[in-house]
């Protein structure tokens, strides 16, 4: 059994950064795609980010790419968020997801298992 737990979420003004975190229990973290979504309230969850199980190869939004970074440590079954130049618009519950795959996919219907979510609010 596979489990996320985010962390990292908060309130920040608009321009403000912050760093997400999703640490994954399971020895095989490693050998797991990871990616981070976020749902806006009324909206369909949305993809963000995703990360190759080596971490050698990342995809963005294309409106979020230069301001979202993703990244993962793997000798701590951990990956990353870091948010800049965060916008009203990026208010949302943040989501990691873990893929048996060794693509690094955008289709959450490609995503095997999921955290319970971080709440990003940023004021204007």
């Known amino acids: 059994q596979v489990q996320l737990v985010e962390s990292g979420g908060g309130l920040v003004q608009a321009g403000g950064s912050l760093r997400l975190s999703c640490a994954v229990s399971?020895?095989?973290?490693?050998?797991?795609?990871m990616g981070w979504f976020r749902q806006a309230p009324g909206k369909e969850r949305e993809f963000v980010a995703a990360?190759?199980?080596?971490?050698?190869?990342?995809a963005y939004a294309g409106s979020l790419k230069g301001r979202f970074t993703i990244s993962r440590d793997n000798a701590k079954n951990t990956v990353y968020l870091q948010m800049n130049s965060l916008k009203p618009e990026d208010t949302a519950v943040y989501y990691c997801a873990a893929a048996r795959t060794t693509t690094y996919p955008s289709n959450r219907g490609e995503y095997d298992y999921w955290g319970q979510g971080t709440q990003v609010t940023v004021s204007s």
């Open positions: 990360i190759r199980w080596s971490g050698g190869s990342t």
């Open positions: 399971g020895r095989t973290f490693s050998s797991y795609a």
